[in-house]
């Protein structure tokens, strides 16, 4: 698997899942609340802030045709230009974004959505690079990304296994050294029976890259699960309040229920560990109550073992209870109080 780190921040197998808050259209067209969903991201445990860069007319047209209005889904009977002029951050926010992210100790990136976004995104010097899915079809795009240089994140909803394939080629072919692909179902929200998490494993056996989850679904479950299949980074939009309405809001965590989120997917991810059958640490002061040969009623010298004298019982000071069978008959050395471990010691050998 192709190593991959942003802003220093190793990314894969055994470190801690990369969470990642995407603010997307949840300012609401305030500034003031785009901080402040940057500041409840740091308190609720994210990693990074993933902002969009776009304009309503680098993403669309200003049409009234049929093929720019949207007819299903969350945003049905809207215009897209009409929604991606509300939902777009203003380019002029970016810079009080990016240092309000590092004063929280946060990586801030973005998605860019056509070359002059690129361009505008690199006087910002951003850690990282992502693609959405929608513009993984759009290979000139993800070529000039790749040649702006960084670690590159690319959602893969909506896209066939030849379409991530061509996808992760025109990346390559850009000069891109560190890719990781997230796992996506485009739905807004996504129903968590159409999440086919196992299809985790199969990108990264497929490219040979970090893999982990950009997620639609309401909840923390679906990410927690993610985890657990390999799942190395966790991407999540986060709004202030769902009740503020907004262009994502109802697929979008609250910050209590973000930072519940990060928690137990780090909690989850610790959790998986590795192939052991050692005894652990948590488990030693268990180990002595564990079952084993006793008195349970006293025992003159010279009587025999039987199973109204000797039980299986808890602690475990006795003889292991697989060795039942080979005691039950034998006779006591020396007298044996009730409540006395038995002991190989305390009895005599079989006798025909």
């Known amino acids: 698997m ?22 997307s259209g949840n300012h609401n067209g305030e500034l003031s609340r785009a901080l402040a969903l940057v500041d409840a991201a740091a308190q609720a445990g994210a990693d990074a802030i993933k902002l969009q860069t776009y304009t309503a007319d680098t993403i669309t047209l200003d049409s009234d045709a049929p093929d ?4 299903k889904g969350p945003w049905a009977g809207r215009r897209m230009h009409d929604l991606y002029r509300e939902a777009h951050t203003p380019w002029d926010w970016h810079p009080a974004l990016f240092a309000r992210a590092r004063d929280h100790g946060l990586a801030c990136f973005s998605t860019p959505f056509d070359t002059t976004a690129i361009d505008f995104l690199q006087t910002l010097d951003p850690p990282a690079w992502k693609i959405s899915s929608f513009e993984l079809v759009d290979l000139p795009l993800i070529e000039a990304v790749a040649r702006a240089g960084g670690p590159m994140i690319m959602s893969t909803g909506m896209a066939t296994l030849g379409e991530i394939e061509a996808a992760v080629g025109a990346a390559r072919r850009g000069g891109c050294t560190q890719l990781m692909l997230l796992w996506c179902v485009s739905g807004y929200p996504t129903p968590a029976v159409e999440a086919n998490l196992l299809t985790l494993t199969s990108l990264s056996a497929a490219f040979g890259v970090p893999v982990g989850l950009s997620d639609h679904t309401m909840g923390v479950a679906v990410p927690v699960a993610a985890v657990t299949l390999g799942a190395v980074a966790i991407e999540k939009h986060l709004t202030l309040a769902r009740a503020d309405g907004g262009p994502d809001a109802g697929f979008s965590l609250e910050p209590g229920e973000f930072a519940l ?3 137990a997917v780090r909690e989850a991810a610790a959790a998986v560990g590795r192939v052991s059958y050692e005894l652990k640490p948590s488990e030693t002061p268990s180990r002595p109550f564990r079952r084993s040969l006793y008195a349970v009623a006293d025992i003159a010298s010279g009587e025999r073992l039987t ?33 006395t471990p038995i002991a190989w010691s305390l009895i005599g050998p079989e006798e025909p």
């Open 2 to 23: 192709s190593a991959f780190a942003i802003a220093g921040r190793p990314i894969g197998p055994g470190c801690p899942p990369y969470v990642i808050a995407e603010l």
């Open 68 to 71: 720019f209005m949207i007819t």
């Open 261 to 263: 989120m990060a928690q």
């Open 307 to 339: 199973a109204e004298n000797v039980r299986s019982i808890r602690p475990g000071n006795g003889l292991a209870p697989r060795h039942l069978p080979h005691v039950l008959g034998r006779r006591a050395r020396l007298p044996i109080a009730r409540g």
